[in-house]
């Protein structure tokens, strides 16, 4: 079972600033089958990235996804203030999917 | 628009058992996979498993088998999901999520989840 490891546990940035938030996996995640999404309080988590680099319908162009095989990265280039919630990576296209732990983005 | 519309709140004793539905609208349901997915409060999001609504062929994590049984109505676009022998820490969110069967795809979109409290 392929592990993700996201990281920081929580990130505390202002608005305007930019995010950069970290996902590991323990093997090659083939196929950049790898996806991001966003969860804030009470809702369901909401796609921002598939393929570890397209953006996924409706998505602002401020949210970018990168990285290969192991290593992986969702930045937000400035910060707006309804971008202060949970953010999971996953692996897909296989089981078992897996999510990482999630990094937490509060302002500062 | 393509919407998952899953079925209300439960309380449940532990040894119980419950099932969820989601119903599917504005796609072809039997195209994608349905997934689910709980997060208990505070916590991360964990894959339970997936339905083929298509062919009704599953596949659970390892985590639930033996104790989950997902299942789909074609003729009105809705999966299930029963988890039996409840316990108290299954207390969760469970989300519905479909994804793509002809070629791998990430979960798009989410149903708004149902909360399963399991409480003596």
């Known amino acids: 079972e392929i592990v993700l490891t996201q990281s920081p546990g929580t990130l505390s940035l202002s608005p305007g600033e930019r995010a950069t938030l970290s996902c590991r996996a323990s093997q090659s995640v083939s196929s950049s089958y790898l996806a991001w999404y966003q969860q804030k309080p009470g809702q369901a988590p909401r796609l921002l990235i598939y393929?570890?680099?397209s953006r996924a319908t409706g998505i602002p162009d401020r949210f970018s996804g990168s990285g290969s095989g192991t290593d992986f990265t969702l930045t937000i280039s400035r910060l707006e203030p309804e971008d202060f919630a949970v953010y999971y990576c996953?692996?897909?296209?296989?089981?078992?999917?897996?999510f990482g732990q999630g990094t937490k983005l509060e302002i500062k | 628009q393509v919407q998952l519309a899953q079925s209300g709140a439960e309380v449940k004793k532990p040894g119980a058992s419950v099932k969820v539905s989601c119903k599917a609208s504005g796609y072809t349901f039997t195209g994608y996979y349905m997934h689910w997915v709980r997060q208990a409060p505070g916590q991360g999001l964990e894959w339970m498993g997936w339905i083929n609504p298509n062919s009704g062929g599953t596949n659970y994590a390892q985590k639930f088998q033996g104790r989950v049984t997902m299942t789909r109505d074609t003729s009105i676009s809705t999966a299930y999901m029963e988890l039996r022998r409840l316990r108290s820490d299954d207390t969760a969110v469970y989300y519905c999520a479909r994804e793509p069967i002809a070629v791998a795809g990430p979960f798009d979109p989410w149903g708004q989840g149902t909360l399963v409290t399991v409480s003596s």
């Open positions: 996953q692996r897909y296209g296989s089981s078992p999917y897996t």
């Open positions: 393929g570890a680099s």
